[in-house]
């Protein structure tokens, strides 16, 4: 069984930062891509970052320059380090690790329960 544990969110004065962090657990054999998705009500859930198992990054046009994705591979963790935030900003931010259960397995999807970022003054 695998779980991920999200922290780090809040709430926040616009151009304040936040850390969100996300460690999987559990039995598996590898991690793949690591990211972070987010929801604003009445909003379809949009990617904000990701990152590769080489390192890898990509980012929403939307938050380059102001994030930044990172992964401790011997903790199982991705950070999302947010800067500058603003009040669009505001949503539920769900990890998101893309895994091998076991070697001979198709990787599979698995999300966290969400975290709240609130950007308001």
């Known amino acids: 069984q695998v779980q991920l544990v999200e922290s780090g969110g809040g709430l926040v004065q616009p151009g304040g930062s936040l850390r969100l962090s996300c460690a999987a657990s559990?039995?598996?054999?590898?991690?793949?891509?690591m990211g972070w998705y987010r929801q604003a009500p009445g909003k379809q859930r949009e990617l904000v970052a990701a990152i590769t198992s080489g390192g890898s990054t990509d980012y929403a046009e939307s938050v380059k320059g102001r994030f930044t994705i990172s992964r401790d591979n011997a903790k199982n963790t991705v950070y999302l380090q947010m800067n500058s935030l603003k009040p669009e900003d505001t949503a539920v931010y769900y990890c998101?690790?893309?895994?091998?259960?076991?070697?001979?397995?198709?990787?599979?999807?698995?999300w966290g329960q969400g975290t709240q970022v609130t950007v308001s003054s």
């Open positions: 559990g039995s598996f054999f590898s991690i793949n891509a």
């Open positions: 998101n690790v893309d895994l091998l259960p076991h070697y001979y397995s198709d990787y599979v999807d698995y």
